[in-house]
């Protein structure tokens, strides 16, 4: 069984900053891609970014790209998403995803595990 858990939401200006975390549990975490995707009020729930199991392939949303950055530390089963230059169109929720490795990082964004999301608003 995974479990993924999100810390690090808030409320911050526009312009500002924020680092999401989630840290995972479970034996095969340590190997799986990892993503995070956001979903705001009344939308639907979309890709922001992904990592490989290696962290060799990140791959970002277009509306994030230059502004989030992804990463994880495999040692400690964690992958963080560093928010900069955020807009109040970043305000959503924030969920961590998990897969299994072996599925194209940039071609397959379907995840098998998924945490309860963090709160991301941005005010202007």
């Known amino acids: 069984q995974v479990q993924l858990v999100e810390s690090g939401g808030g409320l911050v200006q526009a312009g500002g900053s924020l680092r999401l975390s989630c840290a995972g549990s479970?034996?095969?975490?340590?190997?799986?891609?990892m993503a995070w995707f956001r979903q705001a009020p009344g939308a639907e729930r979309e890709f922001v970014a992904a990592?490989?199991?290696?962290?060799?392939?990140?791959y970002y949303a277009d509306s994030v790209k230059g502004r989030f950055t992804i990463s994880r530390d495999s040692a400690k089963n964690t992958v963080d998403l560093q928010m900069n230059s955020l807009k109040p169109g970043d305000t959503a929720v924030y969920y961590c995803?998990?897969?299994?490795?072996?599925?194209?990082?940039?071609?397959?964004?379907?995840?098998?595990?998924w945490g309860q999301g963090t709160q991301v608003t941005v005010s202007s």
């Open positions: 995803a998990s897969r299994p490795p072996g599925r194209s990082t940039t071609g397959d964004l379907k995840y098998d595990y």
């Open positions: 479970g034996r095969t975490v340590r190997t799986n891609a």
């Open positions: 990592i490989s199991w290696s962290s060799a392939t990140r």
